[in-house]
């Protein structure tokens, strides 16, 4: 019953990933956290989340994993009146645009929703943190970014 | 390939039926269909069924065309489960299209069904999350947003007023307030429509479609097998197109990349041998009713970016030139998600042959769908259909 062992092991932990696969968590003082991209090595391309082929070669065993950087810049965003279950309203959704090339989508924290303080091309920072509570009251870590005044 | 045509529709109306199963709709669009058609159901000889979250409301997996249509009589002819984000329906229609025009058959059957309404709202809405990437809705993405973060994109690049945007819902609601189908019968006044509830700047709620309960039906013929049924009121399939969201270099709405709207449309385009200027009437696909004016540009009815303008000169009225949305589209119509794509069908079918009563569009000869649906994490919706009948 080695599944069982499994589910019994993930409940007992404290908090545990929304996502597998898109966030490297630090491993200690000397590490960081990031969210995990993939690369081609033959066109350069870089993917989020990563894939195993080159969606633009198609050609196998051209990719490798990562690091995508932690400062992008606010492509467009929208104050989110009505949330869907697990999320409080209003919050700030969002797609930000990576240096490496990703538009990636992610809520934005560390501001007032009904603020008039965030704009487009807004510099914005990674965080890892709590997205949600699941069912059982604990804790769900994704990623989300904050602006960083720039 | 063989020339394929609509012989019949029927729809069960759009709205809130707490007390009927997808059975109870598809049953009413099935027979309404078939008599339509004036074709005998012993005479159907394969079925496709578009579903997008049954599985996930009625807890039935798996076999849902099967259990659907056992009791309006039908059972041991090929039956095929279509799920395919908001182009279910659609999806299911190319299927029976493709059967037909391979020569494999002579007569099939097309249904869009969904259930929304259930006493526990929560998990309808999170049965409609569920169809976009689960990357993006487990970190919160919440589907309007994402309409509205297109909307802004848009205004970014070509300018328009929220006012603007908001003009697509006053026409829409008016065109439904005609349609004894649609789920809303109210024409909103510009006012009204900004006054609803916000829901994502810049989209207020009666800018957006609502959940619904419904089905759609088509019963569809080869034709070289016409002369069995009554003919004359038939409407040919000129173009027939599918495709999936992609990874694009770049956001169409940011630069002139094409996006998947357009290159599905040109597929169809070229089956029918037509370009843009031949469509007549359009139904295309406004979840968020604004996303109307972005998609009549992909499809070229009018330049980038000059949606708007297009809009307020009236060109998509039911009086204007290439007239779109005139059962009242998404918004009005309402959204059972496995369903539109039929719906969409039916009512081009009526106006080709004239029967649209207040809504008609005069002399309307040609007529286009357009289906996408479902977001992908690249930002593309997931599946895309682009349907042109002809009379």
């Known amino acids: 019953m080695e599944w069982r062992q499994g589910v019994g092991k993930a409940a007992e932990q404290k908090h545990q990933l929304v996502l597998p696969g898109i966030i490297h968590e630090a491993t200690g003082p000397d590490d960081t956290s990031y969210l995990i991209g993939g690369k081609c090595e033959a066109c350069g391309r870089v993917f989020f989340p990563k894939c195993f082929v080159c969606r633009i070669c198609m050609n196998e065993g051209t990719m490798r994993e990562v690091p995508l950087s932690k400062i992008g810049a606010i492509d467009t965003f929208t104050v989110v009146h009505v949330a869907p279950l697990g999320f409080k309203a209003p919050y700030v959704q969002a797609y930000v645009d990576l240096p490496e090339g990703p538009r990636v989508f992610s809520l934005i924290t560390g501001c007032d929703p009904l603020g008039s303080d965030l704009r487009e091309g807004a510099e914005v920072e990674l965080v890892i943190g709590k997205i949600r509570e699941d069912e059982n009251g604990r804790d769900l870590i994704g990623y989300m970014f904050r602006p960083t005044g720039r | 390939m063989r020339e394929v045509a609509v012989v019949g529709v029927g729809m069960h109306p759009f709205g809130k039926f707490l007390d009927k199963s997808l059975s109870d709709l598809a049953r009413v669009a099935v027979w309404n269909a078939l008599q339509d058609a004036s074709v005998p159901a012993k005479d159907i000889q394969l079925a496709y069924v578009g579903n997008s979250i049954g599985g996930l409301i009625t807890g039935q997996e798996g076999i849902r065309a099967q259990t659907i249509l056992g009791p309006s009589g039908f059972g041991g002819i090929p039956m095929v489960n279509v799920e395919n ?34 006493e526990d709202r929560a998990r309808t809405i999170s049965a409609l999350i569920s169809v976009s990437q689960i990357e993006l809705s487990k970190l919160g993405m919440q589907f309007v947003g994402e309409s509205a973060m297109r909307c802004r994109r848009y205004m970014r690049r070509y300018g328009g007023t929220k006012e603007d945007l908001a003009l697509v819902a006053v026409k829409n609601s008016y065109n439904g307030s005609l349609n004894p189908y649609a789920f809303h019968r109210k024409p909103y006044s510009l006012e009204e429509v900004l006054n609803s509830p916000l829901i994502a700047e810049p989209l207020h709620l009666y800018m957006t479609s609502s959940i619904a309960d419904g089905a759609a039906a088509a019963v569809l013929c080869a034709k070289d097998a016409l002369s069995r049924y009554d003919a004359k009121r038939s409407i040919s399939i000129a173009g027939c197109a599918l495709k999936s969201g992609r990874f694009r270099l770049s956001d169409p709405l940011d630069t002139e990349v094409d996006s998947t709207i357009t290159l599905t449309a040109n597929i169809a385009y070229e089956q029918a041998g037509m370009e843009p200027k031949d469509i007549d009437v359009a139904e295309v696909h406004d979840a968020m009713s604004p996303i109307e004016l972005i998609s009549c540009e992909d499809l070229g009815f009018c330049k980038k970016g000059e949606g708007v303008r297009y809009l307020k000169e009236g060109r998509t009225k039911i009086t204007g030139d290439i007239p779109v949305n005139v059962s009242g589209g998404l918004c009005a119509r309402g959204h059972p998600v496995g369903a539109t794509g039929i719906a969409q069908l039916a009512e081009i079918v009526w106006q080709l042959r004239g029967e649209a009563g207040p809504r008609q569009v005069a002399g309307a000869k040609v007529g286009m769908c357009e289906d996408s649906g479902g977001v992908l994490v690249d930002g593309d919706n997931a599946a895309f259909t682009n349907i042109i009948l002809k009379k």
């Open chain 2, 85 to 118: 984000a908001c182009a279910s329906a659609s999806t299911a229609f190319r299927g029976v299209w493709l059967e037909i025009a391979s020569g494999l058959y002579d007569v099939g059957l097309a249904l869009g069904v969904e259930k929304m309404f259930l």
